[in-house]
């Protein structure tokens, strides 16, 4: 008889948004991405095994799924060991879980040096050589966190409701353009440059604006990195 497959449901619980993804055998079943809201448990498929990675802390979220799943994994924090990865961070606990996974994911696509650059709520840019050396990073504020920073901080910089950005780095016509076009004009300027100081690393880009900037770079999108270094823990049997 064959075996049955293990079916594992994967939460990536970033700043703002909820992604999840149901797998077995290491292929999507399901998956979906929401804001946070009380019922959204509610709505999740049923697992063999729950992981979360959680980059700030979710009290009620945490209570709910561990009332709803059995043989939770919650991450907050990096594991101390991993066979693939060796901390640069005198106190590991510090890196942040989403960085982390996303190198462990982007570990399994290469054995090559990597970069990789996640453009969510920050925009990340962290260091993975061959020997699987984490080389330390960049963060900056993302677009919508650098965005938000201007308009509450400064008199004149405001989001005027008759106004749109778009996706162009051209100049802006009007402040919302111009807000828009520099921020992108700025994250793409400093991932083209940190991808041009270490030409043997292989970039990669994922994140909710990682689509756009990877486009723009002429660089390799991978939406799922995050999932992907959960996956790969589950793949090692580490729980």
């Known amino acids: 008889m064959p075996v049955k497959s293990v079916s594992v449901l994967l939460i990536d619980a970033g700043n703002s948004r909820f992604k999840w993804q149901l797998r077995a055998a290491g292929q999507v079943l399901q998956q979906g991405v929401a804001g946070y809201a009380d019922s959204l ?27 709803q799943a059995s043989g939770l994994v919650w991450l907050s924090e990096p594991l101390l060991q991993h ?11 510090r890196l942040g879980v989403d960085r982390w996974l996303a190198m462990l994911g982007a570990r399994r696509l290469t054995e090559k040096p990597l970069l990789v650059i996640d453009a969510g709520t920050a925009l ?9 050396q984490h080389q330390g990073g960049y963060i900056v504020p993302g677009q919508g966190l650098a965005a938000q920073a201007l308009f509450s ?9 008759d106004e749109a950005g778009g996706d162009a780095i051209t100049p802006g016509r009007d402040t919302l353009g111009c807000v828009t076009a520099g921020l ?56």
């Open 83 to 93: 066979p693939a990865f060796r901390h640069c961070y005198a106190d590991p606990a």
């Open 184 to 239: 992108k004009y700025q994250a793409l300027a400093m991932v083209q440059t940190v991808v041009a100081e270490y030409p043997q690393y292989v970039p990669l880009v994922t994140g909710g604006d990682g689509e756009w900037l990877a486009r723009q770079a002429g660089l390799t999108f991978k939406a799922d990195l995050i999932m992907d270094g959960m996956d790969s823990l589950y793949a090692l049997d580490l729980f």
């Open 124 to 132: 990340t840019i962290d260091l993975l050589d061959a020997d699987n």
């Open 153 to 161: 901080s400064t008199e004149r910089v405001r989001q005027y409701l």
């Open 41 to 67: 448990t509610e709505t999740l498929p049923a697992a063999d095994k729950v992981m979360v990675a959680a980059v700030r802390h979710h009290e009620l979220l945490q209570q709910r799924l561990q009332q």
